[in-house]
């Protein structure tokens, strides 16, 4: 099951309290006060984890709450903190406090620890309320509340290319064709109900092998802007990406126009957001094995004079090595552009 939005409330732990406590040895029935503080309550930690690809787990768990921090004893002894609550979340999380509806954190990188509620501070004991004119202070802190709230958590995939086009114009054939991942594929629209992550590989002995993060959305429908179909909802997964990769039927079959097919993807995604067409994109012609695709595609061409196009069957694999090496290379020049770290290498 594949989850990309959820709400969870979480409570971050509570100071333990400080203790009233006086020394009592033999010899010394009116020792000073020695009680201990409380310790501090344990933080809610968003931790990023490049290991896990949904919300799945905080979808049916939403409830989330770290330890409080124990009370403070006699003798000295300061009471221990509470465990921290750790959350992994997927690379690409948006965090949103769901009373304000402001983005408190974001999570981009592996690892990345981001403290979202913080733990109470723990009570002071009666120790430090000792002065020359109160030697037994019967006085002691309680611990301090943790901070906590009701969140949204909604994921926005972090991959270097960005697959859209309409249903059933092949997109999981060329996901399964060109990475590792392997989607559903069938001759019906709406194959694929979730965001595919797949991995592109370029083995390379001298640079080292280096790999492209391609996101497959669901297919678009005209109005998928204004959330029908499968809606808006998935269209957030292609906002992070460095490239635009559309793909076309350029088969003509069902009576669709290839022309009016692009022309409604950028529409929809102008509508969606209009720095979606900022984004550097390439044209990916499928179906070039059916009789009718060459004209077809020297219509798109006469209507698109500025678009790069590239032409593939992933029926027969033409055209997908080529395909490959560009969006290694325009991911690459992109990359530069914005001053990005390199690919990533294994």
């Known amino acids: 099951m594949f989850v990309d939005e ?24 009116w020792g000073g006060p020695n009680g201990g503080d409380g310790g501090r309550g344990g933080d809610v930690i968003l931790v990023g984890d490049v290991n896990t690809n949904n919300l799945v787990d905080y979808k049916f768990q939403p409830h989330w709450r770290a330890e409080r921090g124990e009370h403070g004893l ?15 979340l997927p690379l690409g999380t948006v965090v949103y406090d769901e009373a304000t509806g402001k983005v408190v954190a974001e999570i981009i990188t592996d690892g990345q620890q981001t403290v979202l509620c913080a733990g109470g501070n723990g009570g002071w004991g009666n120790t430090h309320f000792k002065t020359s004119t109160n030697r037994a202070p019967k006085r002691a802190n309680a611990g301090q509340p943790g901070g906590g709230g009701n969140y949204r958590l909604i994921l ?33 629209p709406f194959t694929t109900l979730h965001p595919q992550i797949g991995v592109i590989e370029y083995p390379d002995e001298r640079r080292g092998d280096r790999r492209l993060l391609l996101a497959d959305v669901p297919g678009l429908i005209e109005g998928a802007s204004e959330n029908r179909g499968l809606g808006h909802r998935f269209l957030r997964h292609i906002e992070r990406c ?39 994109r390439i044209v990916a012609a499928n179906k070039m094995d059916m009789p009718e695709a060459a004209a077809h595609l020297a219509m798109f061409k006469r209507r698109f004079r500025k678009v790069d196009i590239f032409k593939i069957s992933c029926l027969t694999g033409a055209g997908l090595p080529q395909l490959k090496k560009e969006l290694l290379k325009r991911v690459t020049a992109h990359r530069r552009r914005e001053k990005v770290s390199p690919l990533e290498s294994t």
Do not use: W
Request: proline share 5%.
């Open 6 to 29: 959820c709400v969870v409330k979480l409570q971050a732990g509570d100071g333990g309290r400080g203790c009233v406590s006086f020394r009592r040895e033999k010899y010394e029935p």
């Open 74 to 88: 006699g003798s000295d002894q300061h009471g221990s903190d509470g465990k921290h609550c750790l959350m992994r």
């Open 156 to 188: 926005k995939s972090i991959a270097d290319v960005g697959l859209v086009g309409f249903p059933n114009a092949g997109k999981s054939s060329i996901t399964g064709l060109i990475t590792k991942a392997h989607p559903k594929t069938a001759a019906y």
């Open 242 to 280: 460095a490239l635009l990769l559309v793909l076309v039927d350029m088969s003509g079959t069902d009576a669709r126009d290839p022309r009016d097919d692009y022309k409604h993807l950028l529409h929809e995604l102008k509508l969606y957001d209009p720095a979606m067409l900022d984004k550097p």
